[in-house]
């Protein structure tokens, strides 16, 4: 069999399969974009070469697309963080802080991978990251390389995993060699 | 012209060089001082320094529309670029990250001296672990992950405690990495002028500038800049002023001449006329610069009026004295006149007494100018112009305007019926006759005060409305009061009463304080020992803070804090904005912040005022202050109203002794003025503290129509009523002149006095006089 055998085989294929062979971005951010928000209960460890053990933060998120995201941490330190458009709030021991992320590029960029994934922003992801997507429908990863050299030298690399339309879990891994895992568990189906 | 008319004329040119000296040297001024207080209180001397001095009256808001979003983004950064090297602004902010890097090297630099955590307590065992506790925590949590790699150097976390109380609230939207409108479709721009708010002409520099470098920057495409704020408000006020008082100057004087062109026919008369006006207005300036040093505009624009009452006087002589000469003059009508001058002065002589500068100012130039003219038109005139006046023959207008006068006389009855409607109907519009408040003599137009709330809600610029002041003889010791102050204050922030607020002693602690936290720092060894026990247990291990330990080693040795550290970064205006010095006082502001998420964003007053009782801390509302001045302003010009009026009063009723009599000069007056205010108030006019001083002023000018008809039976003798009638019509031109103004505080008065001018000697001339009084 020639390689051009081969290729129109695959074509067929691909032409008698469609669903299945065309996985690729554009359809994660189609299911993605399809999720119609809802609560999960995180975990989130944080692996940091300063320290000599990993913090672990858990609590809950509630995300309402497109842009809305409130993350709830309940140990070890209660915390609300709420992400509404371009105004990043956080709340804790009594302290509520602002932030207008169009003030602050790097932490737009830093967030955009959280939202854009979650509402299946392809642009926003693509604007300052390089996608590659592995795996299948049901158990995919996307991986985002940072494309903006001011980013780059803060993150190396964002992986996100999922099946479907649900997310499961973002890692960050940083410029300085620290990580962060947030592992995230829908609470009831939609 | 006689050896004595020549010396007086000598004597009167060297007076007037004089004056036009003092006037060349004479500072005149268009800022708001026309209307702050006089005799301030201390709340009230508060909000003085900072309409003059403070930091909200040197900042400039700039917005820049057109082209995309991008664009302006560049077109911004390059304004910003190109403004910030230059020496007329302070600060130049357009939100482009990285502008603050300066601040935070500086803080971090000086934690252990500006912590307001660092105590002794802090660096115990118990103390260092919750701390270091408090910090691991932190990196669970983005705000803490942008202290991550300064924990090994402020494992204690004094970066964070010194940063958590700055203002992280309200800030402008950002486009493109700049600040923009909440539309987008702008980007902002916030200045802060080196030159101070009271500095007119540093402001007006300062805004040509931005315009210059915008029209540099963009070139001639489709962009377009505006700017507000409290530095062009006063730029556009002066040249509105200086507008005004040159047109406003030259038509009263055309107008006038013209009159006097057609009643006098001779060039040379008119000019004699007008010796006594221009004496009088010269004399006025004097006067006021004698007093107070500067003079303001708007009292060069009273001007105007004061050429149309000054003007009476040598009417008054030439044409009647024309037929009598001037000794026959002085026996017969000067007193009469000397009269009118007299009560015209009590009228003005009221204002002298007001704590609003303004007023007073323009008390002083009209009771100066009118006195003068009058002297002028007493002594000066006669010897001048001789005895061969060749005045036209008025007689035939004298003679029409008594068969007028004498067909209008048949409404005495209706016109009183109508003045009681006018009153009853006033009476029961009270409430709806007056504004309350002092923007109404603001210059500012309603147009450019729309542009400015617009580029203020824009932009967030801090309104700093509420305040906390300390004063003290020192720095030491205002800073120092300061932090007393502010330790009351953070345990309202604590309660959650109020959202924050801004000291110097944030970036400037007192000495004492900075001594004290040195103190509180162990030595290396000892603080190695203590790290060791302290981190016992947590994931952090001492052998990574020995930068720590370094710092706080570096600290026990290092300086005070000097405001010359603080040069470079934005912090130094910080502190130079809330640390003024005046003379040998300091004091000290600290700008309250409402709590977050507040209804309307209010300040629970009570409870400020509640925790700073006993101290030395004074609470300041300054909007409040400022509405308030209005309401004092308000109330004393009705004190001295009616303090003018009585002395008119009293004044009348001792010349003319005769209840009778002076019942039936007063009368035509009050009438004039009910129907005045009942027709400004029927043509919508808002009524305002400048028209109840207009109000004085028609009693004042009015009564010397009355004394008129009252004692000289004017309205029987035809010349007398012409020149009556000639010196009425100068006088509504000069003060209806001012009605032309969009200054609101002289428009006030053309509009009063003008209409009331006229009316005052039309009902006299119905009212007074009637059955052949002597």
Redesign the interface.
């Known amino acids: 069999m020639t390689a051009r055998r081969l290729t129109a085989c695959l074509l067929l294929a691909g032409l008698a399969l469609p669903a299945w062979a065309a996985f690729d971005v554009a359809q994660l951010m189609a299911d993605l974009a399809r999720h119609g928000g809802g609560r999960a209960r995180f975990v989130e460890t944080r692996y940091l070469a300063l320290l000599d053990k990993p913090l672990v933060a858990t609590g809950e998120m509630t995300y309402t697309p497109p842009d809305r995201l409130e993350k709830r941490t309940l140990t070890p330190k209660p915390e609300i963080l709420r992400l509404d458009k371009d105004m990043l709030s956080i709340e804790r021991e009594q302290q509520k802080l602002s932030i207008n992320l169009a003030n602050q590029p790097e932490a737009l960029a830093f967030v955009d991978s959280i939202r854009g994934t979650l509402s299946g922003n392809r642009a926003a992801l693509e604007k300052n990251y390089a996608l590659h997507l592995s795996g299948t429908q049901q158990k995919w990863v996307l991986t985002m390389l940072p494309s903006e050299p001011k980013i780059a030298a803060l993150l190396q690399r964002i992986t996100v995993s999922g099946s479907r339309d649900q997310v499961r879990s973002i890692e960050y891994l940083q410029a300085d060699g620290d990580r962060s895992l947030l592992v995230i568990e829908p609470v009831a189906a939609r | 012209m006689t050896r004595a008319a020549g010396r007086t004329f000598g004597l009167w040119l060297l007076a007037m060089l004089a004056g036009a000296i003092i006037v060349w040297n004479t500072r005149f001024s268009a800022d708001m001082s026309f209307f702050l207080p006089a005799r301030p209180s201390a709340e009230q001397q508060v909000l003085v320094d900072q309409i003059k001095e403070g930091v909200v009256a040197r900042l400039l808001m700039v917005a820049i529309a057109g082209g995309d979003e991008e664009q302006r983004a560049a077109l911004s950064r390059d304004l910003r670029g190109r403004l910030a090297k230059m020496p007329e602004f302070v600060a130049v902010q357009n ?1 482009e ?1 990285g502008s603050l890097d300066a601040g935070r090297d500086f803080l971090f630099a000086h934690r252990y001296l500006l912590g307001p955590a660092v105590t002794p307590e802090r660096f115990t065992v118990a103390g260092l672990r919750t701390a270091i506790a408090d910090s ?8 803490g992950l942008m202290f ?2 300064l ?2 150097r402020d494992p204690t976390g004094e970066l964070f405690a010194l940063v ?1 109380g700055l203002d ?2 309200a ?5 493109a ?1 700049v600040w923009a409108s909440r539309d987008g479709e702008r980007a902002l721009l916030l200045l802060q002028t080196t030159a101070l708010g009271s500095d007119t002409d540093g402001q007006e520099t300062a805004i040509r500038l931005v315009r210059e470098q915008f029209a540099t920057a963009t070139g001639a495409t489709g962009f377009t800049l505006t700017l507000s704020g409290p530095g062009l408000f006063a730029v556009k006020a002066r040249a509105t002023i200086k507008d005004e008082v040159a047109r406003l100057s030259v038509i009263s004087t055309l107008a006038i001449v013209a009159v006097l062109f057609f009643v006098y026919r001779s060039p040379r008369l008119l000019t004699l006329g007008l010796l006594p006006v221009a004496s009088g207005a010269l004399a006025g300036i004097v006067a006021v610069s004698l007093a107070y040093g500067t003079v303001f505009g708007i009292t060069v624009g009273f001007g105007s009026a004061l050429i149309g009452e000054a003007i009476d006087y040598s009417i008054y002589y030439f044409v009647q004295s024309g037929r009598l000469g001037a000794a026959a003059w002085r026996e017969r009508f000067w007193p009469t006149i000397r009269l009118g001058v007299l009560t015209s002065v009590c009228g003005f002589g009221a204002l002298l007494f007001s704590g609003f500068p303004g007023l007073a100012q323009l008390g002083l130039y009209s009771l100066t100018g009118v006195a003068t003219a009058a002297l002028v038109t007493r002594f000066v005139l006669p010897p001048l112009a001789g005895d061969d006046l060749h005045v036209r023959d008025v007689g035939a207008l004298g003679r029409a305007l008594g068969r007028a006068i004498d067909g209008l006389r048949r409404l005495r009855w209706p016109l009183l019926a109508l003045a009681v409607a006018a009153l009853a109907w006033l009476g029961s519009e009270h409430d709806r006759l007056w504004t309350a408040n002092l923007s109404a003599l603001s210059t500012a137009s309603a147009e450019d005060s729309a542009v400015d709330m617009a580029l203020r809600a824009d932009i967030a610029a801090p309104d700093s409305r509420h305040m906390v002041v300390v004063r003290a003889g020192d720095r030491e010791a205002a800073l120092q009061g300061a932090e007393r102050a502010g330790a009351q204050l953070d345990k309202l922030v ?1 309660a ?1 009463v109020i959202g924050g607020y801004d000291t110097p002693a944030r970036f400037l602690p007192s000495r004492a304080t900075q001594a004290a936290r040195r103190a509180s720092l162990p030595a290396a060894a000892e603080l190695r020992a203590r790290l060791a026990t302290a981190v016992d247990g947590l ?3 001492a052998g ?1 803070l020995d930068g720590f330990v370094a710092d706080v080693a570096a600290a026990r040795t290092m300086a005070d804090i000097d405001r010359r550290n603080l040069d470079g970064s934005g912090l130094a205006l910080v502190v130079d904005s809330l640390l003024l010095q005046h003379g040998g006082e300091w004091s000290v502001l600290l700008p309250l912040r409402p709590p ?1 998420g507040s209804e309307n964003l209010a300040i629970p007053v009570p409870a400020v005022r509640a925790a700073l009782a006993g101290s030395d801390a004074l609470f300041v509302d300054l909007k409040g202050e400022f509405d308030g001045l209005y309401a004092d302003y308000l109330q004393e010009a009705v004190l001295l109203s009616l303090a003018g009026l009585l002395a008119i009063v009293v004044l009348l009723a001792a010349t003319l002794r005769s209840p009778r009599r002076l019942a039936a000069v007063l009368l035509p007056l009050l009438v004039a003025v009910a129907f005045v205010v009942a027709g400004l108030h029927l043509l919508g006019e808002r009524l305002h503290l400048l028209h109840l001083i207009g109000l004085l002023l028609i009693v004042a000018v009015g009564s010397n129509y009355a004394l008129f008809f009252d004692r000289l039976s004017a309205a029987r003798d035809p010349a007398t009523l012409a020149s009556l009638a000639v010196a009425n019509l100068t006088t509504a031109i000069g003060f209806g002149t001012l009605a032309l103004s969009q200054v609101p505080v002289l428009h006030a008065i053309g509009v009063t006095v003008g209409p009331g001018a006229i009316l005052a000697l039309l009902l006299s001339a119905i009212f007074v006089g009637r059955a052949g009084t002597p």
């Open positions: 939100g990250a691991i925590d932190r990196l669970a949590s983005p705000a991550k790699t924990l090994p958590g992280t609230g800030q402008p939207a950002s486009r990495g604590a959650g994931p952090l291990a990574k977050p």
